[in-house]
């Protein structure tokens, strides 16, 4: 201790003594700043808008890099972006509706990716013609990442020349989501894609919000559980159009047969649906390309039947219809909750109800009467 003591010369670090035999202090490199530099670069770069005629002329030329800008302001919830992205829709519209759009759900592990994967790709390549994916996951809200309509899930089909994939869009309700996605689909069309694949999961409102902008409803089920019919809710077999059984390969084939018999027998308990055809059902390997034709094959007589029997075209307007209707509830849902003045009395008006203070119907009543002031004047 006295000695290490001794050594230290007046005026320096005892680490700069000659005799010091410990690492040497080197001077310190500058830290980067924790922000990017590019970042405000980058923002102005993607705030960067064209005019509507721009956008269109880019989508009908079949311009990806313009299709994708388009998109993003369909997706975005700045009200200026909003507007412009209704103006592109608009003039986008007369060039819509000429694909066949096809829903596919399945629980998570089911095979979706892999299984669009090779649909894709085999029907790019045999069938020819420009295929879109684009997805519903209502789940992408909560976890900020969405998972479905991922290029990295689909890897052959995301190199494809021909091919347009897009992630589900993240922000908003359900509804939201399904509408930015159909919206979505009318520039994809616009923009000459005659296939378009809509992804989504198998459980919850998602399947039916999916039905209610595809053409054909395909449904991807397992094999081997045993208790497959059971897991089913009955809504989702009334609106399958068709369905699956993937993973027939290896020593699974039998229980995949097994399991596809089942599905016939149960699905000749239901009533005819309106298309007029007792949804097929099929085994298939997304992972091994077995009977990926064939499933395809199944999409385009279902496709042929209904467009011979007007029922494709009901479908659509029924579609539509529906449609029209959820926009005005978001529309109105949106109006309210966004609205200042509500969104200042909302959580005390809750404190109120919970309290006991007031009931939920004269709170509701309060606020919405408030509402109606508010945008009277
Ligand atoms: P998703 O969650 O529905 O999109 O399912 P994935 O496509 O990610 O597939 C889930 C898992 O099942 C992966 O490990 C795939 O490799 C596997 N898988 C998908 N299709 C098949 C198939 O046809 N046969 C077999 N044996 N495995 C498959």
Known sequence: MHETKNRVPQTGHPENDSEYAGLQVNAGVAQPSSVNPYLSRMRKHRQVLFTVD???????????????????????????????????IAKCLPYSGNSVRVGISGVPGAGKSTSIDAFGVHLLNRYGGKLAVLAID????????????????????????????????????????ARKTRETIILCEAAGYNHVFVETVGVGQSETACHSMVDFFLLIQLAGTGDELQGIKRGIMEIADGIVINKADGDNVDRARLAASHFRNALHLFPVPDSGLVPEVLCYSGFYDLGIDEVLQMIFRYIDHVKENGYFQFRRNEQAKYWMYESINEQLRNGFYFNPTIRSLIGPTEKQVLGGEVTSFVAAKRLIDRYYEEIKN
């Open 138 to 177: 209502p789940s992408s809200e909560k976890t900020k990442g969405s998972i479905l309509g991922d290029k990295t899930r689909m890897e052959k089909l995301a190199v494809h020349p021909k091919s347009f994939i897009r992630p589900s869009p993240t922000a908003g309700s359900l509804g939201g989501v």
């Open 54 to 88: 721009e956008y269109v002329e880019g989508i009908l030329k079949g311009d990806v890099t313009r299709l994708s800008q388009a998109v993003t302001l369909v997706e975005s919830t700045l009200p200026e972006h909003q507007a412009l992205a209704q103006e592109v």
